[in-house]
């Protein structure tokens, strides 16, 4: 029987042990999440309000600290202790928390999550083939953008991860032309050659914008139909209500993440369409 994934999926950004609402990427400007389910910020709490009020089973876990700790120079370690509560509270979680080795993906999808390799941290192709390789569909890969731009790109050629280098990409609030950089479509056709078939093409400018479905040039880009077999398309960033969802699921989404609207009232439990999966069903 296939699994079918969620349409939509509620995401939280973890900071300091809090959740934070995201704002076009500019985590230094992060501020400790108001949500109108709650008047916690701790993730456990955030993430029970959203399962009373939507019934959403499947939960993106953004570990910032985790991911900002690689920039840094650190090795990230994702806070497994919330991880595990999450897990325990019933959620298939999906948690992106700087991956940058096989040996993280596989200690996260050893605690039930989906780990989430996200451009941003990846340190090298073999690194992804490696984890591919080892989870096959149990992990997603993020195709970070900022502008349109890939955030950072390995060296698009074949090189051990020990002496691989990095064209840089657009960092967030950098608004300077990138010369020479891969393009995004560049990323995903050679991520697929890794053997990638789950994407999350999310533009981090677009993260808390209510810009609307601007996403929608992504996954419905005549770059995945090119790709000659099917993979799934996860995007999100700027949503701001139902019709936003159904927009970017007409476009070529099989999920839709979505954060602020939630916490905002501005994504109604009620005005919820017919239909919409919230959990992984079978067919």
Same mark, same amino acid.
């Given at each position: 029987?296939?699994?079918?994934?969620?349409?939509?999926?509620?995401?939280?950004?973890?900071?300091?042990?809090?959740?934070?609402?995201?704002?076009?990427?500019?985590?230094?400007?992060?501020?400790?999440?108001?949500?109108?389910?709650?008047?916690? /910020?701790?993730?456990? @709490?955030?993430?029970?309000?959203?399962? @009373?009020?939507? %019934?959403?089973?499947?939960?993106?876990?953004?570990?910032?600290?985790?991911?900002?700790?690689?920039?840094?120079?650190?090795?990230?370690?994702?806070?497994? =202790?919330?991880?595990?509560?999450?897990?325990?509270?019933?959620?298939?979680?999906?948690? @992106?928390?700087? +991956?940058?080795?096989?040996?993280?993906?596989?200690?996260?999808?050893?605690?039930?999550?989906?780990?989430?390799?996200?451009?941003?941290?990846?340190?090298?192709?073999?690194?992804?083939?490696?984890? *591919?390789?080892?989870?096959?569909?149990?992990? +997603?890969?993020? *195709?970070?953008?900022?502008?349109?731009?890939?955030?950072?790109?390995?060296?698009?050629?074949?090189?051990?991860?020990?002496?691989?280098?990095?064209?840089?990409?657009?960092?967030?609030? @950098?608004?300077?032309?990138?010369?020479?950089?891969?393009?995004?479509?560049?990323?995903?056709?050679?991520?697929?050659?890794?053997?990638? =078939?789950?994407?999350?093409?999310?533009?981090?400018?677009?993260?808390?914008?209510?810009?609307?479905?601007?996403?929608?040039?992504? *996954?419905?880009?005549?770059?995945?139909?090119?790709? %000659?077999?099917? *993979?799934?398309?996860?995007? %999100?960033?700027?949503?701001?209500?139902?019709?936003?969802?159904?927009?970017?699921?007409?476009? %070529?989404?099989?999920?839709?993440?979505?954060? /602020?609207?939630?916490?905002?009232?501005?994504?109604?439990?009620?005005?919820?369409?017919?239909?919409? =999966?919230?959990?992984?069903?079978?067919?």
């Amino acid at each position: 029987m296939a699994c079918l994934e969620p349409e939509v999926v509620p995401v939280i950004d973890v900071m300091g042990g809090a959740v934070v609402r995201a704002a076009r990427g500019q985590r230094s400007r992060y501020q400790p999440l108001k949500s109108c389910w709650t008047p916690s /910020s701790d993730p456990c @709490d955030v993430a029970r309000a959203l399962r @009373d009020r939507y %019934g959403f089973r499947t939960l993106y876990v953004a570990d910032l600290d985790a991911i900002q700790a690689r920039h840094r120079g650190g090795r990230p370690a994702p806070d497994d =202790r919330l991880l595990r509560r999450l897990t325990a509270d019933g959620w298939a979680v999906w948690l @992106d928390a700087g +991956i940058t080795g096989r040996e993280e993906a596989e200690r996260i999808a050893e605690c039930g999550a989906t780990p989430v390799v996200g451009l941003e941290t990846l340190p090298s192709w073999s690194v992804l083939s490696d984890i *591919v390789r080892c989870l096959g569909a149990r992990m +997603i890969f993020s *195709v970070d953008l900022y502008r349109g731009r890939p955030v950072r790109v390995p060296a698009m050629q074949d090189a051990p991860s020990s002496s691989a280098d990095h064209r840089a990409g657009p960092s967030p609030g @950098d608004d300077r032309p990138t010369a020479d950089a891969p393009g995004w479509r560049d990323v995903v056709f050679r991520a697929v050659a890794e053997g990638v =078939r789950r994407f999350i093409v999310l533009d981090l400018y677009l993260v808390g914008s209510g810009e609307g479905p601007v996403a929608a040039r992504y *996954v419905g880009d005549p770059a995945f139909a090119q790709i %000659g077999e099917r *993979v799934q398309r996860i995007t %999100g960033g700027g949503v701001r209500n139902w019709d936003d969802c159904r927009s970017l699921l007409a476009a %070529g989404a099989d999920t839709v993440l979505v954060a /602020s609207a939630l916490h905002d009232g501005r994504m109604m439990p009620e005005a919820m369409p017919r239909g919409v =999966r919230r959990d992984c069903g079978h067919s």
